[in-house]
């Protein structure tokens, strides 16, 4: 009978857990082993190296060099294993070597790997700051297509809103702002509700592909989404509540996120709209996906916690089938999340954490308040935005505040980033706000 035996190894900053098991070594004797090393990932100041071996016996050695530093000997470990290295410097170039020894002798060398850090990205930046409508205005979200095409919604008042005008029609409030490249232009987007009437009510959250291929979401429960052309829209009888969020991997592969546990899901070739069962009736307050440039699998990660509530909060992985609950030991007010590859995610809420190799890490010298969303173009440059208008940027190596854009009285609800552009939207006071850098 095999026997098994777990090892769990530290060195340095590796960190590698795997199941070693004995085997009839005969067989390997006359085959050749094999070794190969690559990068799979590296941020500013980290790497993810993939060693694969075959034909190994249980008493063979792997070696790991980064530059001319021995920084791991030890048990080769399992076929495929993925080894992670800390504490490297940014924009900075490092060549990694694998080798095999058995018995002392070198067996197998050559398996080289170089990679170059990312550089940090500027902390330095200038502010505009805009004012919109009267009271009882706020913006929710902001979606963003390049730097002179912009929507945000929310509901906007007027001093021209609110009333009948003098044919006796009652002129509603706007539920969206565009940013052409010079103004601001108030948007009215209607949707259509189940009594098959037009409502311009409020839009809670809006996500765009390009500029003809944006879609809203109403507080009537009914989408809107804009071709170029014109706004057309529709009821989603699959919904139970309202939405709060819209993430897709592309047009045809569209995911509407909301209260109730709401999970609900638009196959764009066959123009079919289905519900996901996501096991929860806590509101999804955020959703977020990414496909890994190595193994081409989409990662779909959606936040289900009550704002303001201590209730155990749920990372959900809509990339499973039935849905699944990724493991998680944040437990306080999760309420977003942004990655670029499954290596490292970013949730916030309560804190702001990040998860490597299964293990959460709170940021621990940011601001002890609450934050409502998270996104980033790289990972070396996240910004995060918040209550009381806390808004933080993270270049790949340290984390900034702008304190010139905090709010006595006012939040930050949703923010957008592209490139070296971000837009943050909420509200000031009675008033809507949106604050862009440039």
């Known amino acids: 009978m095999k026997k098994c035996l777990p090892f769990v190894l530290f060195l340095l900053s590796f960190s590698v857990l795997w199941l070693d098991c004995e085997k009839d070594t005969a067989p390997l004797l006359s085959r050749q082993p094999e070794l190969s090393l690559t990068a799979e990932d590296v941020t500013c100041t980290e790497a993810w190296l993939r060693v694969?071996?075959?034909?190994?016996?249980g008493w063979d050695v792997l070696k790991v060099s980064r530059d001319d530093s021995v920084i791991y000997t030890g048990r080769p470990g399992p076929a495929d294993?993925?080894?992670?290295?800390?504490g490297l410097l940014p924009s900075r170039q490092y060549s990694y070597r694998a080798s095999l020894l058995r018995n002392n002798n070198l067996l197998k060398e050559n398996a080289l790997c170089s990679i170059t850090t990312l550089d940090t990205t500027s902390h330095d930046y200038n502010w505009t700051v805009d004012t919109i409508g009267t009271y009882g205005s706020v913006l929710y979200d902001v979606a963003m297509i390049d730097e002179n095409d912009i929507w945000a919604v929310g509901e906007i008042h007027t001093p021209e809103t609110d009333r009948y005008d003098s044919l006796g029609n009652w002129v509603p409030p706007f539920n969206a702002v565009h940013w052409?490249?010079?103004d601001w232009d108030l948007v009215r987007i209607y949707a259509v509700t189940s009594y098959g009437v037009a409502s311009r009510g409020p839009i809670l959250t809006a996500f765009a592909f390009s500029n003809n291929d944006i879609w809203t979401f109403s507080l009537a429960g009914?989408?809107?989404?804009?071709?170029?052309?014109?706004?057309?829209s529709g009821v989603v009888e699959q919904t139970i509540g309202s939405i709060n969020k819209i993430w897709g991997k592309s047009p045809i592969d569209i995911y509407f996120v909301g209260t109730n546990g709401n999970i609900t899901y638009y196959n764009g070739a066959y123009s079919y709209w289905s519900r996901i069962e996501s096991n929860t009736d806590m509101p999804i307050q955020d959703i977020w996906g990414a496909t890994d440039p190595i193994s081409g699998k989409a990662l779909i990660l959606a936040v289900a916690s009550p704002k303001y509530n201590w209730q155990k909060p749920l990372l959900l992985n809509l990339a499973k089938y039935p849905v699944k609950p990724e493991f998680l030991t944040v437990y306080n007010l999760l309420h977003s999340v942004w990655f670029r590859t499954p290596r490292k995610i970013f949730v916030c809420g309560g804190g702001v954490h990040y998860r490597i190799n299964e293990t959460w890490t709170r940021v621990e010298e940011l601001p002890a308040i609450f934050y409502n969303r998270i996104r980033g173009s790289g990972l070396n440059n996240i910004w995060v935005v918040g209550d009381f208008g806390i808004v933080l940027h993270h270049n790949g190596v340290t984390w900034k505040e702008f304190p010139q854009l905090l709010l006595s009285t006012g939040n930050y609800e949703g923010l957008a980033v592209k490139d070296n552009l971000t837009v943050a939207v909420g509200w000031k006071g009675e008033i809507a706000i949106i604050v862009k850098n440039f």
């Open 52 to 57: 694969q071996t075959d034909n190994l016996l």
């Open 81 to 86: 294993t993925l080894l992670y290295d800390t």
């Open 222 to 232: 009914s989408y809107s989404h804009y071709n170029g052309n014109i706004w057309q």
């Open 180 to 182: 052409d490249g010079f």
